[in-house]
């Protein structure tokens, strides 16, 4: 078998070899597609990452207020419902289900409902993922706030949540991963990103190996940077001894 990286060059359109694998006059090439389809996918993952960051963290910290049961309940329903519901059943929730049942949101473009599943099907893991970290924190932490005179609200914003964060960091890095990977689901809605590149241009070149070694570089590649900035941010808020000290929190 032998490889033709020069399809990569070529007019998506008259399928020829140019000059140039970057298009000139509106001309499109397969690079130019590629490189497009994944600045969608790195849309899609960003946007995706960010709302299930905000609604993680808050429905976190809910499943752990002290004398607050009813409230507790409600973030364990969410987590229980969006992570126990696989995300391209979500995808397809929110794609043909909730525009059926409020027809306004049939004028939303397809790529805002699929950052939305996806942001929600994340954001119970990483819920999850709070709640652990700061039941893993000392509980002298939480009294030494309220010894202070903080209230409740004061007590995890300036005293247990920037602990809690330093420590799942590592957990955090494999959920940035897992939100670019699962970006991939947004073929299925017809955002033009990295997979569903590789689908079409497989289709029209024949050129399957090529394609897709490609796309799997990029995707690893995105992966990589994401590890090498969350290493960083984890290196630079690192607290001496405190995951060793929280093991014992209990």
Known sequence: MSWDWQVFCQDTITQEVGQSCF????DITYLDWMLSAWGWTVSVS???LLIALILGAII?????????????RLGNAWVELFRNIPLLVQVFVWYHVI??????????DGFVLVVFAIGLFTSARIAEQVRSGIQALPRGQRYAGMAVGFTTFQTYRYVLLPMAFRIIIPPLTSETMNVF???SVA???SVAELT???MQAQEETARGVEVYLAVTALYVF???VVNRIMTFIEKRSRVPGLIAASGGGH
């Not at 298009?23 to 509106?26: E, L, P, Q």
């Open 23 to 26: 298009g000139k006059n509106g």
């Open 46 to 48: 960003l946007l995706s």
């Open 60 to 72: 976190g910290t809910l499943r752990t207020l002290p004398d607050r049961p009813w409230i507790v």
């Open 99 to 108: 525009p059926a049942i409020f027809p306004a949101l049939k004028r939303v």
């Open 181 to 183: 990977k699962n970006s």
């Open 187 to 189: 073929f299925a809605v």
């Open 196 to 198: 569903m590149f590789a």
């Open 222 to 224: 995105s992966a990589f």
